[in-house]
């Protein structure tokens, strides 16, 4: 599956911004789907998961209460809404997704099969 970010920015901290996520060719509904980031110079980083039908997600205690992310499987589109920004969420971020048959979320990038391109996102303080 193909999969493009889009959304990134420069904002402000405290703003909020919106990632999408969508698949050009094949159904994200088979897939576990998550967001990850890197910053110059670190590992990437888990930021949050969803289930295949959305009905459980996990985010990390870093964005905890701060982001949200939500997937339409009939839109192909995975989404993380990013509210009250913070100079250290300053990243490009990637959607993933895991291909597994298991049911349990997983944070660990080598777990996820295919990855979007990533978006910039840029906070200023």
């Known amino acids: 599956v193909q999969l493009q970010a889009f959304g990134g920015g420069l904002v402000q901290a405290g703003d909020s911004l919106g990632l999408s996520c969508t698949a050009s060719k094949l159904t994200i509904r088979p897939y576990h789907m998550a967001w990850f980031r890197q910053a110059p110079g670190q590992e990437r980083e888990f930021v949050a998961a969803?289930?295949?039908?959305?009905?459980?997600?996990y985010p990390a205690d870093s964005v905890k209460g701060r982001f949200t992310i939500s997937r339409d499987n009939d839109k192909k589109t995975v989404w993380l809404q990013m509210n009250s920004l913070k100079p250290e969420d300053t990243a490009v971020y990637y959607c993933?997704?895991?291909?597994?048959?298991?049911?349990?979320?997983?944070?660990?990038?080598?777990?996820?099969?295919?990855w979007g391109q990533g978006t910039q996102v840029t906070v200023s303080s």
């Open positions: 993933a997704a895991d291909r597994t048959i298991m049911t349990v979320l997983t944070t660990t990038p080598d777990d996820y099969d295919y």
């Open positions: 969803i289930s295949r039908s959305g009905a459980v997600t």
